[in-house]
């Protein structure tokens, strides 16, 4: 039988084998004595299988309170453990509670983070994964050999449809590829989603029949299921190509109901990441979160950015954009998403880390806020990732455009962002 | 306008104040410098208000990382926050976007847990909230005037639909109230949901015909949205009244559409919970979490148990079983379910620190590890109950119930569970 596999860092005052075979018994068997019909067979084909236990560094201090042992040093391990498909078959929702479910709980740990997860390659037949990716996304955008650029509405909330259709019509003139919803604006009173899509998109369609330039923007259709899919509806009617989404709000079977639609590239935005993620030892690692989506069909998922005005160090970034771009089961093509405090500046180390142009590249203020407007924020963009992919340093890159100059005088210098 | 109110625990290296300010800030402009079009007037009118900073203590470490600034000493507050309706409507995972989201990044915070919200008058016109919770519950369950007894089955994967269905008798037979699919065991090909309802539903219906006690079985269907209805529409068809459902891994929009249908009560599992939970600074209280899933409509939601087998400890049991007490937005009942690791040696201590019988109450081993069997379980738990609830102590119980003794014997004593 195929197996589902997941790797955890736990952390834990009992032996690391002891505590691995806690948490592969809590998510078999599941009470805390032997019951009845609990045979030897049964066990051995539902029991979680431990793979692979690695022993890493001892701490003096458990990460987390809830230890019913104190132990003088607490122990953390790279743990893989399996499970038979029989166990949940293609349930995602399912899969979900297995790898994750109750272990958070466990006494017998002081931490524990989902890593990564591997799934067999009979989920192909399942799961159709995003229809668009890197190249449907591309395609759509109508853009290839560089990143997208792309911008978030902003102020984030407050702007009346018609005001919101302006800015479109002063971003579409300074060029941008992407434009996206913020996840604080979705379908409130103020500006209903409809009037924004009525307003929105006929400036998108002028600007094509214009330019033969067709501006991707990602609607936000947050909301409940029937709204989101009337929504999505619309979208589709009005011709756009996308929406986004805020995939933990919404929650998987949402985000997947969404996807499995196919007509149009779907979005998706993580926040409330943070709560799954800033602690070392608890919560979720990006490469497993990123797979759950992969496996719901999102097209397009945020990463964070290098020097970002968030927590998140690079390194994790780095890590986040590499996972989105190795292929899984084959195939499943995901756009690294990156925002958070872009303005340019970090277009050199991004591509000296990561040597992809697969990316969607966002900058809010970086664009919005550019001395010589929009145009000089998304052409100040532009000049920058040429000069990255070129293998210049941004200072260099400034020393041949005006709008990059202006940008690193208002927004940092040095890749920097200021304060 | 009437606003939305979240109630914030933080710790920060820098003044309260201004770390509660770029909260506000995030969740409202959202960019990291000022854009045109973000006038005075629209500030004031859809800015995040903060209403009140309570200074707490301060600890020497930042329980999370990722603070730019390094502090000698990091402050915690309680700091509320309220956005006006106008910014997000009714709709919920914008909502949830907008009192979670980005804020678990922020560099000026070394902490952040969503403690408590509150939400206008206007949204009981919106949210049909639970249908059935605790007195609806009741009903279909026949069982007044003391707590509803449920079990789980076990093991909780690896049992055919014929077992299941067996057990079933078995547990009839025992006098339960409520018996549950486990939250690892929901559709897989060993078990198919269809064949496992086909099977355990004659035997509840048979026993209601004997009997005249029709036992509420909490069918888990969870998985995708189609999925999920037509095992919904399954479940009505084949006359049961409750389905199961893995809150965090089906997703808020998911368990709403399914509440929405409106016919069977909406037993909600939060398994995932301690990843959101277990750190003191990060992530959401439960009386946040469950506020959001009356809203959507869940009747029933996991609070563990006291004395359970989880890291979770008894104070924070008791504070969550009377959060799902307090009646929210006038009505939004909804049950509290006590589980993990419960075998009636902890009703007194329940009964003593909640004064409540309003509680469904599981014991999966502690009933079928008995050792006179699910009956003499069953049996032990009433026993318990009815000695809690008249004030006597489970010693003096035990005095007067066999069965109640041999449970000690086997699970514990003084309400303790043997490790």
Known sequence: MERITATYLIETPISVERAAATLAGEQSSGTFVSVPGESEKLKQRFAARIEQITPLE??????????????????????????????????????????????????????????????????????????????????????????????????????????????????????????????LMADPPHAPFEARLQAIQPVIHDYAERTGKRILYAYNVSGEIDTMLRHYEQVVVAGGSCVMVSLNSVGLTGVKKLCDQGALAVHGHRNGWGMLNRHPVLGIEFPAYQKIWRLAGVDQIHVNGIQNKFWEPDDSVVRSIQACLKPMLGGYSILPVLSSGQWGGQAYETYRQTQTIDLLYLAGGGIMAHPDGPEGGVRALHRAWEAAVAGKTIEEAARESPELRRSIEKFGSSGKVKA
Chains 1, 2 share one sequence.
Do not use: M
Not at 104 to 125: A, C, H, N, R, V
């Open 58 to 183: 001892t701490v003096r201090q458990p990460s987390l309170p809830g230890c019913r042992v104190r132990g003088n040093a607490y122990q953390r391990a790279e743990v893989i453990v399996s499970w038979s498909i029989e166990n949940v078959g293609t349930n995602l929702p399912t899969i979900v509670s297995t790898v994750q479910g109750n272990l958070y709980e466990l006494t017998q740990l002081s931490g524990l983070k989902l890593l990564d997860l591997s799934f067999p390659d009979s989920f192909i037949e399942h799961f159709a994964g995003p229809r668009w990716g890197i190249p449907g996304t591309r395609k759509l955008a109508g853009v290839e050999n560089r990143p997208l650029i792309g911008t978030i509405i902003k102020p984030s909330v407050g702007l009346t449809p018609r005001q919101t259709a302006e800015l479109v019509g002063v971003l579409a003139d300074a060029g941008i590829d992407f434009i996206k919803d913020d996840e």
